[in-house]
């Protein structure tokens, strides 16, 4: 009779409530589960940017130090050194893949793509450095392998 109403509305107000817990319970794990996706995301992008500005530093001032230790020494393991990691290495050429890896366009992207522009521009320095150092010297350009020779050749003084 009446008891068995009260408890028959009970159950169902409480199955409404359990029902009102589980879709609020549904609603907060899809929005904790996007959250992680874009923190996971930000972390990978975070790695990224970090690995590509490593590897331009890296590029970047081995290029740097092999020049300069070129122009100090003129022993030529130095120009070599230069050329290996300006072709065969890659380092920078590296960052750059990583960069084109990450679909977004950030304030760190256009930086480290600016501070790739601004090596490039320091390794036509370096170049006309060399070939300086080649000519005031009166090296001999037939002992230079020819890909070297043809690369300092396409940046004259």
């Known amino acids: 009779s009446n008891l068995e ?3 028959s509305f ?4 409480a199955g409404f409530i359990w029902l009102i ?3 609020l319970l549904i609603q907060n794990t899809i929005h904790v ?3 992680y996706t874009r923190v996971e995301l930000a972390q990978q992008h975070y790695y990224d940017y970090s690995e590509a500005a490593r590897l331009l530093r890296l590029g ?3 290029l740097t130090e092999q020049a300069r230790l070129y122009a100090v020494t003129f022993d030529l393991r130095y120009l ?3 050329f290996r990691e300006k072709n065969t290495d890659h380092h920078r050429e590296q960052a750059i893949n990583i960069l084109g890896e990450i679909p977004e366009s950030t304030e760190t992207k256009r930086l480290i793509i600016k501070a790739v522009t601004a090596s490039r521009t320091l390794e036509y320095t370096e170049y006309r450095s060399m070939n300086l150092i080649i000519t ?3 090296y001999d350009r037939s002992i230079l392998p020819k890909e070297i020779e043809k690369q300092l050749s396409s940046n004259p003084l």
């Open 60 to 62: 970047s001032d081995t």
């Open 5 to 7: 109403k009260f408890i």
């Open 21 to 23: 817990l589980g879709a």
């Open 10 to 13: 009970c159950v169902v107000i």
């Open 136 to 138: 005031a010297n009166g």
């Open 33 to 35: 589960f996007r959250d």
């Open 80 to 82: 070599l050194g230069y």
